[in-house]
């Protein structure tokens, strides 16, 4: 089992800049493929960004490529998504998720947040 918390959501205006975490506890949650996810009001949970254990693969949709960078910790067993240059349609519920294959599948993922809520204001 892995247990992850994400934190840092936040109501911004475009154009400005949040960091969200994800802190990640339980079985070997260091050698997962970690992602984020977002997803808005009626709409279906979409694929933000991903990497591999090591790092060295990362993955982007591209809405947020160039804006958006995901990062990890080991030491601390958490996951970043910086988001810089925010825009409207970045708002959604972010969540954060965990899967032991590479992909950009969110059924994929076998574990996942509670998600936080982010909200960009034109």
């Known amino acids: 089992q892995v247990q992850l918390v994400e934190s840092g959501g936040g109501l911004v205006q475009t154009g400005a800049s949040l960091r969200l975490s994800c802190s990640a506890s339980?079985?070997?949650?260091?050698?997962?493929?970690m992602g984020w996810f977002r997803q808005a009001p009626g709409k279906e949970r979409e694929f933000v960004a991903a990497f591999t254990p090591s790092g060295v693969s990362t993955l982007y949709a591209d809405s947020v490529k160039g804006r958006f960078t995901i990062s990890r910790d080991n030491a601390k067993s958490t996951v970043y998504l910086q988001m810089n240059s925010l825009k409207a349609e970045d708002t959604a519920v972010y969540f954060c998720a965990a899967s032991s294959t590479w992909s950009s599948q969110a059924n994929r993922y076998s574990y996942w947040g509670q998600g936080t809520q982010v909200t960009v204001s034109s």
């Open positions: 339980g079985r070997s949650a260091d050698n997962y493929v």
